[in-house]
C-alpha cells in the first residue's frame, strides 16, 4: 500500500470533494492557478531543457502552512506534506470553491512529429501534413515511434519511483484525449503501476481534449469501435460518436474556438469529478490552451513530458453573456507539391510546378 491510512481518511473527509457541483446556467467557473509550488510555474524556469522526470515533477523544495501540525518531526515527504496541504484546503473551503491537482501529460513523440521534424515546419504545414504519410510511415492520427514509446517507459519507470519513494499521490480520475498517441502513452505511463486500489488506471476519454483541429492529417480520430479494440480498460464519456464529426481536412480550428472548447471541458471536469488528483493526457497546444483557461504561465512541453498545477476554481454568478462573433474554422494556404518555402504571415511559398489553394474562413456568432 503505498499510502498511509492517515492519507485515506483525509481524502475520504475532505467536505468539497464530494459535491455535486454541476454547473449550471446562472453560474461560470472562475480558474486561478496558484503558484509558488512547482518550478513550472515560476517565470524563470526553461521549459527547453527542464525535465519533470529529473525534478520531482517540479515539485519545490519548500514549508507549508499545515507542516506543525501534520509532520512535526520532519519524516513525511515533499509529497506527503503537500497532499496533506491540498486536502486542508479543500476541507476548508466554501461550497463555491474547489482545489485540484492537475496532471497534464503531452503524448510521446508520433510519427507526425517524426515527419514534421524530417521536412521541415514549411513543407510540413503546407503539404506532406495533408497526405496520410509519404508510402514508408503514416500519420493520419498517427502512432508513437519507438522513441515515443521508449518516453512513456520512461514517464513510466518516473511514477513507480515517485509512488514508492516520494510517496506522491496516484491520480484518482485519468482522462485522455480520443487520438491514438495520446491513449497510447496513456496507457504506457501508467498501466503496471503499484496503484491503490481505490484508484485504479481506468481512463475516461473525451473528445475535447484532443489537440488543435488543423487540416492534417494527424489531427483526424480514428473512429470509436477502432479505439475500443486497441485500449478495451477505456471509457467514453456520454456522447461520444462513432465516427469524427469535426475534423475537415479543408479547415481548420481558429485558437479562439480552440480556448472556448477547453473551457467546456474543464468547466465538465471540474463540475463532475469530485476527485482532487487528476491526470490528462493530450497534446501540446491543448495542454497550452488548459494553462491559458488555468490562468497559468505559459510553459510549452517537449514529447513525452509533464506539467502540474494546482488550480483553484470558483464558481461564480453568471453576468449576462455578449454575443460576440468568433472565427471557428478557418482555412490555411497549401501547395499540391511540397513547398519552396513559406513566409511568416503569408503562408506558403509553392514551386513554380504547384499552386496555392485556400478555402473561405468559417465565423460563427458564439456567446463568450
Known sequence: MLFSSVFVALFLSSTCLGWEWEQSGESTINYTTI???????????????????????????????????????????????????????????????????????????????????????PAWNCYWGLLEGNGTSVWRDAELTDAGKAQCVKANNFWKSALAVEKIPAPQSYYSSPLIRSATTANLSFNGLDLPAERPFAPTVKEHLREGISMRTCDERSNKTYFQALFPAFKFEDGFTEDDKLWKGYEGETSEAQLKRTKIVLDDIFSNDGNTWISITSHSGQINANLKVLNHIAFSLSTGQAIPALVKAVRLPKSEPATTTIQSWTAEATCK????????????????????????????????
Open 35 to 121: 503558484s509558488g509550488f512547482f518550478q513550472q510555474d515560476d517565470p524563470a524556469t526553461d521549459p527547453g531543457s527542464f525535465d519533470y522526470t529529473k525534478s520531482n515533477f517540479g515539485l519545490i523544495n519548500r514549508s507549508y502552512p499545515t507542516d506543525i501540525g501534520f509532520d512535526p518531526n520532519k519524516e513525511k515527504t515533499q509529497w506527503e506534506r503537500f497532499a496533506y496541504y491540498v486536502d486542508t484546503l479543500n476541507r476548508g473551503c466554501d461550497e463555491n470553491t474547489r482545489y485540484k491537482v492537475l496532471f497534464m501529460g503531452r503524448h510521446g513523440e508520433g510519427y507526425h512529429n517524426a515527419a514534421e521534424s524530417y521536412y521541415g515546419t
Open 337 to 368: 507539391a511540397p513547398p519552396v518555402t513559406s513566409i511568416s504571415g503569408q503562408g506558403c511559398v509553392c514551386s513554380s510546378a504547384s499552386s496555392a489553394s485556400l478555402t473561405a474562413v468559417t465565423a460563427t456568432a458564439t456567446p463568450v
